[in-house]
């Protein structure tokens, strides 16, 4: 499985960005796609999940209302939409593929790491003041 995540940049405050993660390689459903993001110095943060086969999604606290995640099952492309950045979501953007999405259901699950099996290259997003 292969993740190639794209659409990254140098935005101002209260600006939008739109970020993609293409999965090839299997069956675009048997996932569950989350975004990742790391600001230097920091541990890596989870950002939000999606459950391709069951449409269920989960964000951190911090993006509620301003991050959406979607995705298009003919493209086999998961997208966050980010809206209204702030400053402090300036990092590298990691998309990353789990399997048995129901699981990810369950408030929380998304958040641990370690429960994704595939993971892209990241995209930086740089949010100024």
């Known amino acids: 499985v292969q993740l190639q995540a794209c659409g990254g940049g140098l935005v101002q405050a209260g600006g939008s960005l739109r970020l993609s993660c293409t999965v090839s390689?299997?069956?675009?459903?048997?996932?569950?796609i989350g975004w990742f993001r790391q600001a230097p110095g920091k541990e890596r943060e989870a950002v939000a999940c999606i459950g391709l086969s069951v449409g269920n999604t989960d964000y951190v606290d911090s993006v509620k209302g301003r991050f959406t995640i979607s995705s298009d099952n003919a493209k086999n492309t998961v997208y966050l939409q980010m809206n209204g950045l702030k400053p402090e979501d300036t990092a590298v953007y990691y998309c990353a593929a789990g399997g048995n999405p129901t699981s990810y259901m369950i408030s929380g699950y998304y958040a641990d790491a370690t429960r994704y099996d595939y993971w892209g290259q990241g995209t930086q997003v740089t949010v100024s003041s």
């Open positions: 390689g299997s069956t675009f459903g048997d996932y569950a």
